[in-house]
């Protein structure tokens, strides 16, 4: 157990190393023990001392130099989705097991900038494809908080490294859900923001259209100073918002105080949220959610209604059409995206071949994994010729609706929209090994943000699954650049309740 584990959060932290209770140097070293003594081996992919304790002396010299900012000296890890310099990055694949990118991507970037200290990298569903991260090439992380159960995906990895307090915040990627759904099923906090106010560039791409980073920490407030340093214009992503009313267009923030907007809800007296008017969708309510999860939520809403939200019912009505929109769209994208690993460049070769098509096809054969050339092919048939229009044009069409929902929602209805993350807790690993189309199905309350483009987060509120508790996620949905105001409602809803305090083996 590191030092990580006594101080409530990053700020603690970085008030600390600041009066020099401990050195960045002091803390790493103990990180990456604990990190390396973990019981789940599969969690961390590549581990790089000397890499961490550079970053950890850089953080003591900006310390000692009267430099430090709100991150300096604080260990994080990286999904192996984002290309470091250092460390490899190989997307959980086999395709790029010896992959070392020649520069970092710039979430890494402007954490490294930032102060924080990254210990490594972190296991994920390769090419972030599922919802288990069951897909990694090692092998399925574990949920610390049941070894037989996932930790959901696909940034299963980051989330299960917050949970088991080996790090104070982790980076993740969603594309359909996956900083929300394992942050719900590990019992942390993540935030999945508006599309285009992250850097895509030097991640591993999935489906470009939707695929956003985001980062994971215990809580809310811990989730500030994270999407702070990694949001921001950047020229080298041409989806990259310059800001959200177009005034400047110099690289930095793309727009919101977070931190402003969590000290104004502190400050707004005992019902701070009077006016507030949180949509919930009749559609997340259906059938297929456990009662368990269902009582969390509304648990969860009625501590918002005791702050002085107003609860109105909404509809939503192409939730369920959101799955098949989603596994028509992603899978093109992935298709076309993957189409570059085709052995020549880079990634893996097969070391026996004929010819040239020989060669690319079995070297794909050979470094993709089921899941993966699963998508592939389904990409591929929906973009071929006579099923373009049927599937491809047909599910963008849907996406369109779909964001209308929304669009009518916040237009007419409410300020902001809340319900369950997952339909149940966490499954147990092995589970759904013979029906890969199961996992598929419990995206449904996380694709349609992501199809919107619109930001949303996952925290804890609550637990299920019997004698051995399972954390449940309440996901809190706001309209496009509504980052500030969701982050605060979470820290507001984090003041009256403790399920983010709560760690595996001692709620
Ligand atoms: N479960 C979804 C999928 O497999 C979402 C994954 C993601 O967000 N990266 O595509």
Redesign the pocket.
Known sequence: MSAIHEFEGIQALADALRQGRLSAAELAGEALRAARAHGDSKLFLHIDEDLTLAQAREADAAIAAGRAGPLTGIPIAHKDLFVTRGWRTTAASRMLADYVSPFDATVVARLHEAGAVSLGKLSCDEF????ANENAVGGPVRNPWDPDRIPG??SGGSAAAVAARLVLGATG??????VRQPAALCGVSGIKPTYGTVSRYGIVA?ASSLDQAGPIARSARDLVPLLDAISGFDPLDSTSLQTCDGRANAPGRVLADYRQACERLQAAGARPLEGLRIGVPREFFNEGLAAEVGAAIEAALSVFESLGARRVEISLPRTALSIPAYYVI?PAEASSNLSRYDGVRYGHRAANYGDLADMTSRSRTEGFGDEVRRRILVGTYVLSHGYYDAYYLQAQRVRRMIADDFRKAFAEDCDLIMGPVTPTVARRIGDNRQDPIADWLG?IYTLGVSLAGLPGMSIPCGFGGGSRPLPIGLQIIGNYFDEGRLLALADRYQQATDWHQRTPGQQ
Do not use: E, I, K, L
């Open positions: 972030a494809m599922g919802s995906g696909s990627t969603d594309t359909g859900g996956s999935y992603a995206d």
